[in-house]
């Protein structure tokens, strides 16, 4: 009986862990920080603002298309559990290729962008 307790505990664990670690769609996730502002089966187009020091959970981003509407540093954590800090100025407009990450706004001021969100499989060149 002892070792069933310690198999179930064990599996359970591994269950939550699995959740824990598998990045989620940052509007549901998230719906503080993150507004679907327009989609269509083409893209998704988000405003996220962060206030000074929030942070949010692990969730992911297709390819897309970032545009800063305010300056704004962040420290990106990502699943393997690295870190960086990442800025931009107001006016930039960046790429971003896929990625999954949980952010925390290192800003002392409130930040605003733009993400476009391309659908669908990018071709490969």
């Given at each position: 009986?002892?070792?069933?307790?310690?198999?179930?505990?064990?599996?359970?664990?591994?269950?939550?862990?699995?959740?824990?670690?598998?990045?989620?769609?940052?509007?549901?996730?998230?719906?503080?920080?993150?507004?679907?502002?327009?989609?269509?089966?083409?893209?998704r187009v988000l405003r996220i603002h962060y206030g000074p020091g929030?942070?949010?959970?692990?969730?992911?981003?297709?390819?897309?298309?970032?545009?800063?509407?305010?300056?704004?540093?962040?420290?990106?954590?990502?699943?393997?559990?690295?870190?960086?800090?990442?800025?931009?100025?107001?006016?930039?407009?960046?790429?971003?290729?896929a990625f999954k990450h949980d952010p925390e706004s290192l800003s002392?001021?409130?930040?605003?962008?733009?993400?476009?969100?391309?659908?669908?499989?990018?071709?490969?060149?």
């Amino acid at each position: 009986m002892k070792k069933l307790i310690c198999i179930l505990a064990a599996a359970a664990f591994a269950g939550t862990a699995v959740l824990v670690l598998r990045a989620q769609d940052p509007v549901k996730v998230d719906k503080k920080h993150y507004k679907v502002e327009f989609e269509n089966d083409q893209v998704r187009v988000l405003r996220i603002h962060y206030g000074p020091g929030e942070k949010s959970v692990m969730h992911e981003h297709p390819d897309g298309v970032a545009v800063f509407l305010t300056d704004q540093k962040s420290k990106f954590t990502y699943p393997d559990g690295k870190s960086e800090e990442v800025s931009a100025k107001a006016g930039d407009v960046k790429w971003l290729s896929a990625f999954k990450h949980d952010p925390e706004s290192l800003s002392d001021k409130p930040f605003e962008l733009i993400l476009v969100e391309l659908k669908g499989k990018a071709e490969k060149k």
